[in-house]
C-alpha cells in the first residue's frame, strides 16, 4: 500500500514551458485534490474531484488544468509555466464521505518556473 | 470565507517540556480539525483528526482538543524530544462533501537536546 504518490519530486521548467504534475493513490479514495504551498502563504487548494470524469476549482485555479479519468491518478496540468507557479505542489485523496474524510498527503513536487 | 490562524508562529523548548499549540478558526461551521505534521522539504503527515462531534484525539504523546463553539482547537505534546521539531499544521475541514482543507500557516517548532 503506497498511499498517495507524486512525480516528478523535482522540476525546473522555463516560462512558458508545459508539463504535467503526476499524481495517484492506492486506496480507492472517490475525493483528490491539489495544494501549492508557498512561504507566508499556507497550503491552497487549486483543483479537487469527486469521482473519475468530475472536477471543479479551488481557491487558486488559474493557470491550472485537471482531468480524471480513472478513481487513481488526478494529474495537474501547467499549459505555459509562469514564474508566479514557482511553489510546492502537494497531491491528496480521501473518502468522499461526510463526516468519513481524513486526508492522506503525497510527498510533494518542488517547481521552479525560470 | 474560513481563515485559520495559528499561534505561536514559531516555538523553541528545552527536551522533555509539555507545550501546547493553538489553532483558531473564524466559521465554526466545521466538519473536521486535522492536525498535521510537515518535516522540512517534505511531504505532510497526519497527526490527529476530531470530526466535529468530538471534543478530543489522543495519540501516544500527542492530544488535540477542539471548541466549535469558540472556534478554537490546541495540540498538547507531551514529554517533549527533539525528534518532535518539525512544523505543526492545523486544517480545518468545512465541508463533508467536495470542500478542501483550509490551512493555517503553521508553527514551526525546535526542541532542545
Known amino acids: 500500500n503506497a498511499g498517495v504518490t507524486q512525480t516528478p519530486k523535482f522540476q525546473v521548467l522555463k516560462t512558458g514551458q508545459s508539463m504535467t504534475l503526476q499524481c495517484a493513490q492506492d486506496?480507492?479514495?472517490?475525493?483528490m485534490s491539489w495544494y501549492r504551498q508557498d512561504p507566508g502563504m499556507g497550503l491552497r487548494l487549486i483543483h479537487y474531484?469527486?469521482?473519475?470524469?468530475?472536477?471543479d476549482q479551488g481557491e487558486v485555479p488559474n493557470g491550472y488544468n485537471v482531468s480524471r479519468s480513472t478513481t487513481e491518478d488526478f494529474p495537474l496540468r501547467l499549459l505555459s509555466a509562469a514564474p508566479s507557479q514557482t511553489s510546492v505542489y502537494f497531491c491528496?485523496?480521501?473518502?468522499?464521505?461526510?463526516?468519513?474524510?481524513?486526508?492522506?498527503f503525497g510527498p510533494g513536487t518542488r517547481l521552479t518556473v525560470l | 470565507k474560513q481563515e485559520v490562524t495559528q499561534i505561536p508562529a514559531a516555538l523553541s523548548v528545552p527536551e522533555g517540556e509539555n507545550l501546547v499549540l493553538n489553532c483558531s478558526f473564524t466559521?465554526?461551521?466545521?466538519?473536521?480539525l486535522q492536525w498535521f505534521r510537515q518535516d522540512p522539504g517534505k511531504g505532510l503527515t497526519s497527526l490527529l483528526l476530531?470530526?466535529?462531534?468530538?471534543r478530543e484525539q489522543t495519540s501516544g504523546r500527542l492530544n488535540a482538543s477542539l471548541d466549535k463553539s469558540s472556534g478554537r482547537s490546541t495540540l498538547y505534546i507531551a514529554a517533549s524530544q527533539p525528534g518532535d521539531s518539525a512544523t505543526y499544521l492545523c486544517?480545518?475541514?468545512?465541508?463533508?462533501?467536495?470542500?478542501?482543507?483550509?490551512f493555517g500557516k503553521g508553527t514551526h517548532l525546535i526542541i532542545q537536546p
Open positions: 491528496a485523496s480521501r473518502r468522499y464521505a461526510m463526516g468519513i474524510n481524513e486526508q492522506f
Open positions: 486506496m480507492n479514495h472517490e475525493y
Open positions: 474531484s469527486v469521482g473519475a470524469g468530475i472536477t
Open positions: 466559521d465554526s461551521a466545521i466538519y473536521n
Open positions: 476530531i470530526q466535529s462531534s468530538q
Open positions: 486544517a480545518v475541514g468545512s465541508g463533508g462533501g467536495a470542500d478542501g482543507l483550509t
